[in-house]
């Protein structure tokens, strides 16, 4: 697979303090990858360097091939989709218009409009104004605007953060459609079923500094401990080694009246975080 992002010893500073620590990852192109850390990790600075809006201090990065000296081409930035905290639309326009003012600028035909609306389930929005819409549905014509011009990367700073449920379940149908197209997709989140969902890969960032990477599922197991779990009917808990020395006792646990509750130890992903950070994701 071709390299999509690639991010060598990446350094940036404010002043004296420095908010990303020399973090090195590789994206390839068309999977999906998340950026997980705690608030003030680091994960806006480095969306934020690889869409040309910050210069990094040190290290290397390229996107699509171009390096962060080009990130400012008319071409970078048109291979580009973004969605984050600046995003915005036109509060007292339609729907309609702000979509149709955002094709415009890109060249893209009107019939992409309606389709990318009702992919997100909005068609029948198409002309409210804005400012007449709920923070969710505002969300979904953010992503429309944002993948109007069918980016060849699309960014997502906390996309779902303080959404419903049903709001977050219609943006992760969507970018799981985008990618099926073969967009390649870099989001932060702290959301963890977010990230177990959606994502090829993860980086856990924490502090400036990548604690580990991975697909989720290889995350998860190289993070459990070879152990089954076992509660009691009075509340009490006991962990047995899986191994062949054990075989009796895992046995009568299994036959045990009292024993309420027996699994083996496959942490989630939030889990997996707070193991190697010590850290909450929240
Ligand atoms: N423009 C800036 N000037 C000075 N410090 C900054 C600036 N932008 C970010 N920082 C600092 O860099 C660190 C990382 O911030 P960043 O916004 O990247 O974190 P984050 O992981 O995106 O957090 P959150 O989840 O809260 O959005 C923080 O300590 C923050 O205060």
Do not use: W
């Amino acid at each position: 697979m071709k390299t999509g992002i690639s991010v060598k010893a990446l350094e940036k500073h404010f002043n004296n303090e420095k908010a990303l620590k020399g973090i090195s990852f590789k994206v390839a192109q068309g999977e999906i990858f998340g950026l997980l850390g705690p608030s003030g990790s680091g994960k806006t600075t480095t969306i934020k360097i690889l869409t040309g809006e910050l210069e990094p201090t040190a290290g290397q990065v390229e996107v699509l091939g171009y390096s962060h000296e080009a990130f400012k081409k008319s071409d970078y930035v048109r291979s580009l989709g973004i969605l984050s905290d600046n995003s915005s639309l036109y509060e007292r326009l339609t729907v309609k218009d702000n979509l149709t003012l955002f094709r415009k600028l890109y060249g893209t035909e009107q019939k992409k409009v309606d389709q990318v609306l009702k992919e997100v389930g909005l068609e029948s929005h198409i002309n409210k104004r804005v400012k007449d819409l709920s923070k969710g549905m505002k969300q979904r014509i953010l992503l429309c605007k944002a993948v109007l011009h069918e980016p060849e990367i699309l960014f997502l700073d906390e996309p779902t953060s303080a959404l419903d449920p049903v709001t977050t379940e219609s943006i992760h149908t969507m970018l799981l459609k985008i990618k099926s197209r073969g967009t390649t997709i870099m989001l932060t989140t702290h959301n963890m079923d977010e990230a177990t969902k959606l994502c090829d890969t993860v980086a856990f960032l924490n502090d400036g500094v990548i604690i580990d990477d991975g697909s989720p599922d290889a995350l998860r197991q190289s993070y459990r401990s070879n152990a089954m779990h076992i509660t009691y009917n009075d509340g009490t808990t006991k962990q047995i080694a899986l191994n062949l020395e054990n075989k009796a006792q895992l046995e009568a646990a299994m036959f045990d009246a009292n024993v309420v509750n027996m699994k083996s130890d496959y942490p989630t992903l939030g889990e997996v975080f707070k193991k190697v950070t010590g850290k909450e994701l929240v």
